[in-house]
């Protein structure tokens, strides 16, 4: 192996070193992770070369974009060159624009103009995932011959055990063989009859990555090619950039649906600026959003003051209903993202989201009113003679809440989807205060309905 040393580099613990290279890529890794900045670069330019690569391959590294512009120029080119196409995009893609420019000069043409191209996708799609080191064979090929070349290549590829097999005039794909329907066909074998008799599972790069994930999970593939217009393979998307992807999604969908924005960056990695950016802006809207719950309790003023004790069960009837809404939010957010629903399906959810709700408003006013009638008759609060009332309305009322709730968060998903938005932006606190302001004039309009002639 080779070692990758310059003057430009601090010197290093040589027994940490010794440690460090002798430790599982992931340990490794994890070490990087946990150093400043410029121990961890020093203790990567000291790494053998193939090491280091290994290291800068992990989507685990955090600051790789920072580490690589640290080490001398040559050595972060000899290790963007020796990386996965599509984990040396990423590290690129965390550059600004003259240091990404400054390192794609340190590499060869080839490897260049394949970072270019998949620099130009953007975030999200097949095309910024996929690599461009893929096997692929021409369909007069037979199985030793295929063999043969995936030796020669194997070394160059991220992947050998999903084999393209392209039309040899016009490279369009015919068909996709994996290596083990390689290796039990017999040596002088066509490849063409291996590969199953059907069109191959495709991408283009323009496809959602959660669509390719759904495509990889339900037929079962190691890898999915993307294609070009002309049918022609671009890269392949394996299932563990898959997966890297959609941990990289569901963080993001997590965080939004608390109510902040997607931050890719470890906790501990994020800025103050950039936490109170992050931040600031989804509770600046949601307190504008609960400015409209004041604007709707001064409406119902004249009640309030004739009925103080309606006021005892307002948190109970806002959370209520928030509560719900979350519930039914959470629930199809994931069914609309694992493919389970399509937007022509809103009408279904609502038939199902309207009983059901009902039923949970009604189990919810049933504890409600059980609540106040045990309160009034065991002395430990007094609400007045028209108690029944009062318990009929916060039993009614938790009906009508939970019920919107649930219609609310349900179809929220849905809207956001069909305009163009990601559904998680539908978060649970954004539900919660749309909810409490039409919860606060369903409960007093039960209220106006019920105690009208008594309290009202």
Known sequence: MEDIRSAAVAAVDPILLAELIDQHVADIVARLNEEALETAASLLAHLPLERAVEVF??????????????????????????????????????????????????????????????????????????????????ATYTASETLRHIREVERDRETVYSIQV????????????????????E??????????????????????????????????????????????????????????AIVAESTEDVQKFGGVEGMAEPYLEIGFGRMIRKRGGWLCALFIGEMLTATAM?????????????????????????????????????????????????????????????????????????????????GIFD??????????????GLVGIVTFGSLTGSMLPFILKRLGFDPASASAPFVATLVDVTGLVIYFSVALVILRGTLL
């Open 298 to 378: 001064q409406h119902f003023e004249d009640e309030l003051a004739k009925a103080v004790v309606l006021t005892l069960f307002i948190p109970l009837i806002m959370s209520s209903g928030g509560n719900s809404g979350s519930q039914s939010t959470s629930l199809l957010i994931r069914a609309l993202a694992l493919g389970q629903l399509r937007l022509r399906d809103w009408w279904r959810v609502a038939v199902r989201e309207i009983p059901t709700g009902a039923t949970l408003g009604a189990i919810l006013g049933v504890i409600g009113m059980v609540r106040i009638a045990a309160w009034q008759m065991l």
């Open 383 to 396: 609400y007045g003679v028209h108690w029944p009332l009062i318990a009929l309305t916060v039993g009614v």
């Open 166 to 185: 392209l039309d040899p005039g016009t490279r369009e794909l015919v068909r996709v063989v994996t290596l083990r329907q390689l290796i039990a066909g």
């Open 57 to 138: 391959d992990r989507p685990e590294l955090v600051r790789a974009g920072e580490l690589i512009l640290e080490l001398p120029d040559e050595i972060a080119g000899r290790i963007l060159m020796g990386m996965a196409a599509d984990r040396a995009a990423d590290t690129l893609h965390q550059l600004d624009g003259p240091d990404r420019t400054k390192l794609l000069t340190r590499v060869d043409f080839e490897t260049a103009q394949s970072l270019k191209l998949l620099l130009t996708y953007p975030e999200g799609v097949a095309g910024s995932i996929m690599t461009t080191e893929f096997v692929s064979v021409p």
């Open 187 to 244: 040596p002088d074998q066509p490849i063409l009859a291996l590969a199953p008799d059907r069109e191959p599972i495709a991408v283009q790069v323009d496809t959602d990555r959660e669509e390719v994930a759904r495509l990889i999970s339900i037929h079962d593939l190691l890898a999915v090619p993307v294609l070009n217009a002309r049918r022609q393979v671009l890269g392949i998307v394996t299932v563990d950039d898959v997966i890297d």
